[in-house]
């Protein structure tokens, strides 16, 4: 079967805001972690998002890997390819998104992208091609301070030219708000002048309905994942996409339910509270974890003890800043770190291969160490726990899906942690067998 959407995504919780928009908006989607290779099995997915770490990568090595992932995903059949970097166009004057963005689209044989970032629902929106977040230009935001890409210009036609040999174009919101034929026209004009690249202004989730009906037949788009949330309509439209009631439908899920958390964030840290309300927890602590080994094996113990009464259970890390602040001058800020990633990948493969089949991670680091350190290549996105993030099933070799819940730190309301099961629940359609 083939799919409709191939999308290659510059970093993990990128792809996943991304499927999870697609699903909401009515596709069947598979993520993809690094880049696929050999035989995979995606089902029936309409969408596939392959997830890099490209952002940050040397600019040679992100290349290589979008156009072996977009070389992938076009032999499934896609109809549209979709290259997704963030909301906050996180770039520097090298890339990647200039370099990626033309590598693709040499690939691809066309001679015209668009380049959408706005997420409205999320306060990113351009204007006569400047980004703000919120109320605040781009450069006022605090992402001029970001450690690796600190986004110092809000014009993103001057940005993206810096990036760019090609000429570097604007879809201004007075031609937005003419529809979508006088977009398309626009767009065809510019492409004849030789423009590349082009920057488009949005406004709101309309100015995206606009924009997703002039590129629907675009080989190559790409934007943030707000785009995402307006193309599967334009599919449907066009016959591309068949209407699934609920494309974002669970197996059932099955063994017991643990919660990971590695971030020190607030939301994260309200939400621990929260959940020791109610369920028992472990705190890991980074420094006894330097010291002695028997502490990751005390928190092996108190976790199985738990979940053999059932669970949930939560081992966490997340302390206030004072606490990691400690640790980080005792250990510094890389082994502290490095520490608690370890410890919480140990865990989850250790208690996942004692019966854990429910399993909730907090934080961007700490879900990359987990999925690493399960060895998960492949997750099959469902609805929504709260904004951005979904539950998702990484299937297994002679056994049930495991179902996994990875939140980035600052997302998801305070009783997340246990909400999160009974919504896994209900996507699967009611009880646990
Ligand atoms: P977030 O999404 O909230 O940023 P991350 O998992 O991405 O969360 O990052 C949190 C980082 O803090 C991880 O590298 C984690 O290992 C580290 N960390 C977690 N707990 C502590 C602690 N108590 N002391 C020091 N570092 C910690």
Redesign the pocket.
């Known amino acids: 079967m083939s799919i409709t959407l191939g999308a290659v995504a510059d970093d993990f919780t990128g792809a996943t805001d991304l499927a999870n928009n697609l699903v909401r908006a009515g596709m069947r989607c598979v993520q993809l972690i690094g880049v696929p290779g050999g035989s995979i099995n995606i089902g029936d997915a309409d969408a596939v998002v392959v997830a890099l770490k490209s952002r940050t990568r040397p600019v040679d090595q992100a290349v290589e890997e979008s156009l072996a992932s977009i070389d992938w995903l076009i032999k499934q059949g896609a109809c549209q390819v979709f290259f997704k970097y963030c909301s906050t166009f996180d770039s520097t004057d090298e890339g990647n998104i200039g370099p990626v963005a033309d590598a693709l689209l040499k690939r691809i044989g066309s001679d015209q992208t668009v380049m959408v970032p706005a997420f409205p629902a999320n306060g990113r929106t351009v204007y006569q091609g400047h980004l703000f977040v919120m109320d605040r230009l781009l450069n006022e935001s605090g992402m001029q301070n970001h450690p690796l890409t600190p986004m110092k210009d809000p014009d993103l036609v001057r940005v993206l030219g810096r990036q760019t040999p090609h000429s570097v174009g604007l879809v201004a919101h007075s031609l937005i708000s003419q529809g979508g034929d006088a977009v398309r026209r626009h767009l065809a004009s510019q492409a004849e002048a030789g423009v590349r690249h082009v920057i488009c202004d949005t406004l709101d989730e309309s100015d995206l309905d606009v924009l997703a009906e002039a590129v629907v037949e675009h080989p190559l788009v790409t934007g943030g994942s707000g785009l995402g949330q307006a193309l599967p309509e334009q599919y449907r439209r066009r016959g591309w996409l068949a209407e699934v009631a609920e494309p974002g439908r669970l197996s059932p899920p099955t063994g017991s339910a643990l919660v990971l958390s590695?971030?020190?964030?607030r939301a994260?840290l309200r939400q621990v509270s929260c959940f020791l309300e109610h369920y028992p927890g472990f705190a890991?602590?980074?420094l006894s974890l330097a010291e002695r080994a028997g502490h990751l094996e005390a928190a092996l113990d108190f976790a199985r003890q738990e979940l053999a009464q059932g669970g949930p259970v939560l081992v966490y890390?997340?302390?206030d800043p004072e606490?990691?602040q400690a640790?980080?001058a005792a250990l510094g800020?890389a082994q502290?770190?490095?520490?608690?990633?370890q410890a919480?990948g140990r865990l989850a493969k250790q208690l996942v291969d004692e019966g854990v089949g429910r399993l909730v991670v907090?934080?961007?680091?700490?879900?990359g160490?987990v999925v690493s350190a399960l060895g998960i290549r492949q997750l099959r996105i469902g609805g929504q726990i709260d904004p951005g993030v979904p539950w998702t099933q990484a299937p297994r070799e002679g056994k049930a899906p495991l179902s996994l819940a990875l939140k980035?730190?600052?997302f998801g309301g305070e009783d997340f942690f246990t909400r999160a099961f009974s919504v896994l629940d209900e996507l699967a359609g009611g009880e646990r067998p």
């Open positions: 590695g971030s020190c964030s994260t890991l602590d980074p890390a997340s302390a606490r990691v640790a980080q800020v502290a770190g490095e520490l608690v990633e919480l907090a934080g961007g680091e700490s879900s160490a980035s730190g600052n």
